[in-house]
């Protein structure tokens, strides 16, 4: 165990790399929550500015946190190192510049209850703010979630948007296999599918459970190329999974293109909402002739705008 008490609900496991500005508030947001009842490690992950002495500073004296060194390796390998670490029976990977609802955890775990008691993971609704903190326009992800047969859905389109919004239980995490370390992008995706698979999740119902700002430097944001076709290791990853081929067969290769333009047009609109305007409409232009079924998904254009529109 890394907290003195032996009776944490919750594992949340925060993997901080270079976030000095950001991590003081996260961890603020997690002392403010209803539910007390859970563990937090934060992995340093080969940080260069002042975040290990901001998070040693903001978790003196509370037992229920740790500072941990990562070794440098990526988030994936920080978040499989932090679920090693913990021993809680719900696991929440919680983003170092993201803020939790007050309400959040508990709200997570009586998801997990009920008519859901056999669900892997449970999911609520993920809000924008920018790098000020400031409201951003937000789709309903959760809206795209049908509540049965959600593994098709979610290969089609990444409706879970970030971990912090997902609590799982330990063991589903364990079934389902740790974070691809290989991966660099498209990696949460890829595991939130294989956890998927497992079974569909709950759905915390009500107003957004997380904030997840939204940061040129983000990992989503870092890629300002002329990619066409973004996200192919984890496609390709997904695409040769024995489970899935089985289970879907040629079908699997449709899921996966619809995927792959989903994740074309996340990138104009990331473009887009970062200052970048004219790139972001030439990729447009490139990509309705890279992707002319495009025209065939209104939803994705509504959402699209949705997204962008002040």
Not at 49 to 68: K, Q
Not at 105 to 126: C, E, F, K, N
Not at 190 to 205: N, T
Not at 255 to 281: C, P, T
Request: glycine share 10%; net charge positive; charged share 25%.
């Amino acid at each position: 165990m890394i907290v003195k008490s032996d009776t944490a609900l919750v594992s949340v496991v925060i993997p901080a790399r270079d976030v000095q500005d950001y991590i003081g508030d996260t961890i603020a947001s997690l002392k403010a929550q209803t539910e007390g009842a859970f563990e937090c490690v934060v992995l340093d992950d080969g940080s260069r500015d002042g975040t290990a002495a901001v998070v040693a500073e903001a978790i003196r004296e509370d037992s229920r946190f740790a500072l941990r060194q990562a070794p440098g390796q990526g988030v994936s390998a920080a978040r499989n190192l932090g679920a090693g670490l913990t021993r809680a029976p719900y696991l929440l990977f919680l983003d170092a510049d993201d803020l939790l609802a007050a309400d959040a955890l508990r709200r997570m775990i009586d998801a997990l209850s009920g008519p859901h008691s056999r669900a892997p993971a449970a999911l609520g609704r993920v809000g924008r703010i920018d790098e000020a903190g400031r409201a951003l326009p937000s789709n309903d992800n959760t809206s795209l979630m049908p509540d049965r047969e959600q593994l098709d859905a979610l290969l089609r389109k990444n409706f879970v948007v970030n971990g912090g919004a997902l609590l799982m239980r330990r063991e589903a995490f364990e079934a389902a296999g740790a974070y691809d370390t290989t991966l660099a992008f498209g990696e949460d995706w890829e595991f939130w599918c294989r956890l998927c698979s497992l079974g569909d999740f709950g759905r915390v119902e009500g107003g957004p459970i997380l904030l997840y700002r939204q940061r040129a430097s983000g990992a989503n944001h870092q890629a300002h190329g002329l990619d066409l076709r973004p996200g192919r290791s984890c496609l390709e990853r997904i695409s040769g999974n024995r489970v899935f081929r089985e289970r879907y067969g040629r079908r699997l290769d449709w899921l996966l293109r619809a995927r792959q333009i989903d994740m074309f047009w996340s990138k104009v609109r990331n473009e887009y909402l970062h200052g970048r305007q004219s790139k972001a409409l030439y990729l447009a232009a490139l990509g309705i002739a890279t992707y002319p079924d495009s025209v065939l998904r209104p939803t994705l254009a509504r959402r699209l705008l949705g997204s962008i529109r002040p």
